[in-house]
């Protein structure tokens, strides 16, 4: 695509060039109509090529941000599927001790239970005990049906993720198609100037020839005109070109403004995106405020955690459910922290991450998450 937008500026300076020679010289005659002709179509030519590969350029950078979106997906519905078996197991091991303590219960009888109860001291001993037998089977029960709603919560994660991954691969192909479509125009297109341009180089000879005839006075005259034309066109032209292990020190790397709605923003993005441990949460912060004060990205917290496209939890839902539900302790601290100028010198020149398993890029690993410094 760059090249070809290359040869259409060195097509279009060329014909440009040949034009202001011939129309310097040219009587109005039917030569003159004819260049004429032919530079407008020359024109409206490039003018549509230019604005062709203006829309291939903005495909492309579409596209890549869907590559983006979906890579990020594949490793979250990836780390959604470890949260899920995790959570089965859980299940599975709490109705495992449930049973065991049933089973107990059942061989032994109510002997145990009635043991404790009538070896109370005095009536508020008996009433405590009895208490505390209907507390363990009230624990069990609500246990049980908090790993069961835990478990719900991811498979239904799961569920939007993918279908979420579906839609983005669906536009993904559309656009991809979009571009061929655009690419085959374009070329196209370049057919028919490359068609003009012979053309108007055919017009150039024929009137070459006939200027070749005339009196020599108006020959020195057309041929210092054309110098002129070909000098002006050579400066403009010019002119055109001109236009595993890892450092966990902390490093100071400045403080930044922000507000009490953004404090916890932006701590509860970092409960979702690290695991409850400082150094994987600072990570994750180091890499938001190199972006803060990076050009490329948003200039606030703000702005860089709800850019399009960029952190899973903004458009999945799960940062919202996260402020409904108020940040972890742990998480408000680390983006005070990050706000005050605390860096993780490991990531420090770091400007994304992603899920560890779910790619095989060359970066740091810390805490699940891979980070790196370009895409």
């Known amino acids: 695509m760059e090249l070809y937008k290359k040869r259409g500026i060195r097509t279009g300076l060329a014909l440009l060039c040949s034009l202001a020679v011939i129309l310097s010289i040219l009587p109005a005659n039917a030569a003159n109509d004819e260049i004429e002709n032919l530079e407008n179509q020359t024109s409206a030519l490039e003018n549509e090529l230019e604005g062709i590969n203006q829309d291939i350029l903005d495909l492309s950078e579409e596209i890549s941000s869907t590559e983006m979106q979906v890579e990020i997906l594949n490793g979250e519905i990836l780390k959604t599927s470890d949260n899920l078996k995790q959570a089965e197991e859980n299940e599975a091991q709490q109705y495992e001790d449930m049973k065991s303590r049933i089973k107990y219960m059942y061989e032994h009888g109510n002997a ?27 624990y069990d029960r609500n246990a049980l049906e908090n790993l069961q709603n835990i478990h719900q919560e991811i498979e239904d994660e799961k569920t939007a993720l993918e279908e979420q991954q579906a839609s983005f691969e669906e536009l993904q192909s559309s656009l991809e198609d979009q571009q061929a479509e655009l690419q085959a125009k374009a070329e196209a297109t370049s057919t028919n100037l490359a068609d003009v341009q012979e053309k108007l180089e055919k017009a150039k000879k024929e009137e070459a020839e006939r200027i070749a005839r005339e009196e020599a006075a108006r020959k020195a005259a057309e041929e210092e005109a054309a110098r002129k034309a070909a000098e002006e066109a050579a400066a403009s032209a010019q002119g055109s070109q001109s236009g595993g292990s890892y450092d966990n020190s902390v490093i100071n790397g400045g403080s930044v403004n922000a507000s009490t709605d953004e404090l916890t923003l932006f701590a509860a993005l970092l409960d979702c995106e690290a695991i409850g441990d400082y150094d994987a949460m600072l990570a994750v912060a180091t890499v938001i405020m190199n972006r803060v004060e990076s050009p490329r990205f948003g200039n606030s917290i703000t702005s860089v955690i709800y850019a399009s496209g960029q952190f899973e939890p903004v458009w999945t839902g799960r940062l919202d459910d996260r402020l409904e539900r108020g940040p972890s302790s742990l998480a408000l601290q680390v983006a005070q922290d990050a706000i005050n100028g605390a860096r993780l010198a490991a990531v420090s020149d770091c400007y994304y991450f992603l899920y560890a398993p779910s790619t095989d890029r060359d970066g740091v690993n810390i805490g699940g998450n891979l980070f790196f410094t370009s895409w």
Do not use: H, Y
Not at 116 to 133: H, Q, T, W
């Open 112 to 138: 145990t239970l009635l043991e404790m109860l009538f070896s109370a001291e005095n009536m508020s001993d008996f009433l405590n005990k009895a208490e505390f037998i209907e507390n363990l089977s009230e």
